[in-house]
């Protein structure tokens, strides 16, 4: 692989395209600054303005959220792990039917794997535009997102109507259902009890990792941070590795299928039998299956990055061991 055909698997940070209109919140007050990234995947977007950076599969959807100060991401749900680390600002994260379950604040380089099946949400809290940088379970990541049903209700007074075929329709484009095309329906009440509501000393524990404690856990070899033996014990599909100046390698190696770098802090070098690439904080890259390669900092200072790799566990619901 030349490093031309390697840069077409880069999705530098400077470069990623955002959607204003992915979700059905799109036009709701406090929601209506947030813009919506497809990186790696088809995405949960529901708006054909999504645009997506690298459509390979790879068992995993990455995307991310960039939110101003006070914005937030209405509550929902997914049925694959939804795993988001923040790459930049000061994040809380909330979740249940209202929101009132419980929350976190995460600081960047903080991961969460939110448990499946729960409302959650985001806003940040910080003082200038965040970032969060995200993992998705599945290629299709689980069919889409479920709305708490006041977040469509909501909607509409907005202008905009969630379709069941998950397609948004916006009257204040002229935009109506199509023949045949009926609304998302509400989740009923016998519904809505199937949704748990943790307590935040439910979640914290087994779904939350703290930077400093991986960058100390990484302190030799890199720490798994989510797996079936990770710091976050769980099998959504894919495991997420963590490394540092301390634990990265000259070694070379592969995996048989395509794996991807996440560097958190500071700047790398991959390189691979052909070439090299420099890789910064809040860049993406795909690895091609079998290729021999590693990473390692470029520069003195501070350097972190995350790694994800499919595995032949399949996607659904949180694994409680």
Not at 40 to 67: C, K, L, R
Not at 117 to 135: L, P, W
Not at 190 to 212: K, M, N, Q
Request: proline content about 7%; charged content about 20%.
């Amino acid at each position: 692989m030349t490093p031309a055909e390697m840069e077409t698997r880069i999705v530098r940070y400077g470069d990623l395209q955002p959607c204003k209109t992915a979700f059905i919140d799109a036009h709701t007050p406090g929601s209506d600054q947030k813009e919506n990234f497809t990186i790696i995947g088809g995405g949960v977007s529901e708006s054909p303005d999504q645009h997506v950076h690298i459509a390979i599969p790879h068992g995993f959807n990455i995307g991310a959220a960039g939110q101003p100060p006070k914005c937030r991401n209405s509550l929902h749900s997914h049925r694959t792990a939804e795993v988001f680390f923040v790459l930049k600002g000061r994040w809380r994260f909330f979740w249940g039917r209202y929101g009132k379950a419980g929350e976190v604040v995460l600081e960047e380089g903080d991961i969460f794997n939110i448990p499946t099946g729960i409302f959650r949400g985001f806003e940040n809290i910080g003082t200038d535009y965040g970032m969060i940088m995200a993992i998705l379970g599945g290629d299709d990541a689980g069919g889409g997102v479920i709305w708490a049903p006041q977040v469509i209700e909501d909607a509409k007074d907005h202008g905009l109507v969630l379709g069941e075929n998950g397609k948004l329709y916006d009257s204040k484009k002229g935009q109506n259902l199509p023949d045949g095309v009926k609304p998302m329906p509400l989740l009923t009440e016998e519904e809505l009890a199937g949704y748990p509501e943790p307590t935040t000393a439910d979640v914290i524990p087994r779904h939350v990792a703290r930077y400093w404690d991986m960058v100390a856990m990484a302190d030799h070899k890199p720490a798994l941070v989510i797996g079936e033996n990770g710091m976050l014990p769980d099998k959504p599909g894919f495991e997420v590795g963590f490394l540092t100046r301390a634990s990265s390698t000259t070694d070379m190696h592969q995996h048989d299928r395509p794996s991807v770098l996440m560097p958190m802090r500071g700047h790398w070098r991959l390189i691979w039998e052909d070439g090299e690439a420099t890789l910064n904080p809040g860049d993406t890259v795909s690895v091609p299956e079998n290729l021999m390669h590693t990473a390692v900092p470029a520069m003195t200072g501070e350097a972190s990055l995350f790694h994800i790799v499919a595995t032949d566990d399949a996607a659904g619901p949180t694994w409680t061991g």
